[in-house]
């Protein structure tokens, strides 16, 4: 017997108490599945997404509105980035930060003449997001205001994403999906970009910043 007869065997023996009338829109399939594992605080929820971000090899920071422009400046500086793409909608402040003495020497804004070989030049790039989910410690951006073009930040090989705890951290995919345009060019980060050979050797940066820096903005006490 041929591989393909087991198969097409196995699906009939599947199939066997089937009635031939039957289509699948005729039975409802329950689907109860869990929309959150667990009971959490907002505050433990944000917990949980740091924790998950630092175990796929994102760096994360703390801090509040006060300190995150000499945070953006201190990062890229010791980065050593002498050009920093600043994803067209982010808060003016953030971009004079990055731009500052103790930032980058030049900073650029995203504009629709830029090509790949011009973000291939580029050291750092600085978005906002779409949703952070905290089970899976996964950032998501939508191309929206303050996040960037898809490639925009896939080339640069350093990429800084900055979440509001506050309105952008949510507790599972589930829940993200709800909050989600799915008409949108979505793209889902779970770390810095990398893959294994067959050998399980990890390699970064192949389809993506080869470093992701995560800045968790704590909301207003």
Known sequence: MSSRERVLARVRRALADVPREERPQDVVVDRGYLEVHGSRTPAQTVDLLAENLADYRARVHRTDAADLPGLLARLTAEREAETVLAASGLPAAWVSAVGSPDGVATVVTEHDGLTLADLDGVDTVVTGCAL???????????????????????????????????????????????????????????????????????????HGPRMLEVVLLDPPL
């Open 132 to 206: 952070a989910i905290a089970e899976t410690g996964t950032i998501v951006l939508d191309s929206g205001p303050g996040q960037g073009r898809r490639r925009s930040t896939l080339v640069p090989d350093h990429h800084i994403c900055v979440v509001d705890c506050g309105a952008q951290v949510v507790d599972s995919v589930v829940r993200a999906l709800e909050r989600l345009d799915l008409t949108r060019p979505l793209t889902w980060i779970s770390g810095p970009s990398a893959t294994s050979d067959i050998e399980l050797d990890r390699v970064e940066g192949v």
